[in-house]
């Protein structure tokens, strides 16, 4: 029996790209400021969530290539648990 690839690196980079957009919302909920670009620059160089989503994120496609139903179901889960923030971020300061 073949072992089932854990979607690691496209968890990573799904979590990435949610709290980038997080990051955004949060950022322009207040509308656009000067600073908040060199936040986001920041952000994107210095924080593991973005390092960790760009290492071995070459093995996105044979996981993608591999995954079965309930691996999509945790993707989902995880993609849903960022709708909390983002009601948040939504909301006027």
Do not use: H
């Not at 968890?11 to 990051?23: D, G, K």
């Not at 950022?27 to 994107?44: F, H, T």
């Amino acid at each position: 029996m073949e072992d089932k690839l854990v979607p690691k690196e496209s968890r990573e980079v799904l979590r990435a790209v949610m709290e980038f957009a997080v990051s955004l919302c949060e950022k322009l909920a207040d509308g656009y400021q000067p600073s908040d670009l060199s936040d986001l620059v920041q952000s994107l160089l210095f924080d593991s969530v973005y390092r960790d989503a760009i290492t071995g994120s070459e093995e996105i496609g044979d996981e993608l290539a591999k995954i079965d139903e309930e691996q999509i179901a945790e993707l989902f889960v995880e993609l849903v648990s960022y709708a909390p923030r983002f009601v948040k971020a939504f909301k006027k300061k």
